[in-house]
């Protein structure tokens, strides 16, 4: 409720709702703490408190589980992957691994040259070795994204996963030729501290620098989002690792806001994606009722996705927390957060 919040973004007094826990205090970027509401309706949460601190540097949260400042990370790429690798095993810590609703996405400006080309998107997404992204860059924590919809999804139908770097390396060469191609590849920081972009955009640009023939030149350039996101939205950029997470059961918002020609994200990302037939699919699934004629268009939105690439798909997350052994029941859900009521101090 917009009333329950002051304008810098701070609760304006703690409304109580009906879930395990109400929030008692908050300080807006540095600390929330919530208590045990003993008139919820259900099973109630074990533990009386909870002070969730807001830490954003990677290596300062790590740093705080360690030293025993936070008992546990949580949400979304709260500990990196080679971090949890570290620990895990360790008999001081516990690292929950789940499901997970994020899918990776490299995004790029399709209203300009040379991405307004499908075979260069094309191209680049056959260059991509998923696989060797998730091991190397991740420790092994995701799985290979070949289509646009999360695995999590009710609706999800699996897209071929396909690497041929030598088809990919061709389709490039026709659309680049022997021209000077800068390309300008994005990172927005608030990704780039939870994930390894930085290492996954310079194996990208590895891959793009590489391509007997050609002459591409990739830049790299991490920046806050919103100044990030202006960039993309006007046009001035190449390229942008991101996430992004189902958001309900339904994936309807997502297909518009990506695949929509005036869809939100399709316009505030530069994508430049249009396709007249897509837009009357996403038009009858608006007010679709038949539960097995909105699977059939999300099915063939999905396989459309898989070949005109509006955006290109690179790992599907996994979701990992870790925590201290001194409390149980911390354990990956798929938005990365733990069911809270089962936390308590352990032994």
């Known amino acids: 409720e917009p009333s329950c919040f002051a304008e810098d973004g701070t609760f304006a007094g703690f409304p109580i709702g009906t879930g395990p826990y109400v929030v008692t205090e908050n300080v807006l970027g540095q600390y929330c703490v919530i208590e045990r509401n003993d008139s919820y309706w259900g099973t109630p949460g ?3 408190t909870f002070r969730f601190k807001v830490i954003p540097d990677a290596e300062t949260r790590y740093t705080a589980l360690r030293a025993g400042e936070v008992q546990g990370l949580c949400d979304l790429g709260a500990i990196s992957p080679s971090q949890a690798a570290e620990i895990d095993g360790d008999p ?3 690292v929950s691994v789940g499901d997970s609703g994020i899918t990776h996405f490299l995004n790029v400006n399709g209203g300009a040259f040379p991405f307004n080309d499908v075979r260069m998107r094309e191209g680049l997404s056959l260059l991509l070795d998923r696989q060797t992204i998730i091991d190397s860059f991740y420790n092994g924590y995701g799985l290979a994204a070949g ?5 999590t999804s009710a609706f ?3 897209q071929p996963v396909q690497h041929d770097p030598e088809r990919g390396a061709e389709l490039i060469r026709e659309v680049v030729g022997d021209q000077e191609v800068e390309l300008l590849f994005l990172l927005p920081g608030v990704d780039a501290n939870r994930y390894p972009y930085q290492e996954e955009a310079e194996y990208i640009q590895s891959l793009l620098e590489n391509i007997e023939g050609t002459n591409i030149k990739v830049s790299i350039q991490q920046m806050d989002w919103g100044p990030c996101k202006e960039e993309m939205e006007a046009g001035n950029y190449n390229l942008c690792l991101k996430i992004q997470g189902l958001p309900s ?6 297909f518009k806001g990506f695949m929509y020609t005036e869809g939100g994200t399709n316009i505030s990302y530069g994508l430049g994606y249009h396709n007249d037939h897509v837009d009357e699919l996403i038009e009858e699934a608006a007010t679709c009722l038949d539960a097995g004629r909105l699977t ?4 063939e939105l999905q396989e459309i996705s898989a070949v005109d690439f509006p955006n290109i798909p690179v ?10 052994s001194d409390i149980t029941g911390y354990q990956a859900t798929v938005y990365g957060l733990t069911g809270f009521t089962q936390v308590c101090w352990a032994g």
């Not at 289509?147 to 695995?151: K, S």
């Not at 059961?249 to 997502?254: C, G, K």
Request: hydrophobic share 40%; charged share 15%.
């Open 249 to 254: 059961a339904n994936p309807f918002s997502l």
């Open 296 to 299: 059939e268009i999300y099915t």
């Open 156 to 158: 999800y139908r699996e």
């Open 315 to 324: 790992l599907y997350s996994q979701e990992v927390v870790a925590s201290s």
């Open 46 to 48: 074990i533990a009386k």
């Open 92 to 94: 001081a810590y516990n």
């Open 147 to 151: 289509g646009f919809l999360n695995y």
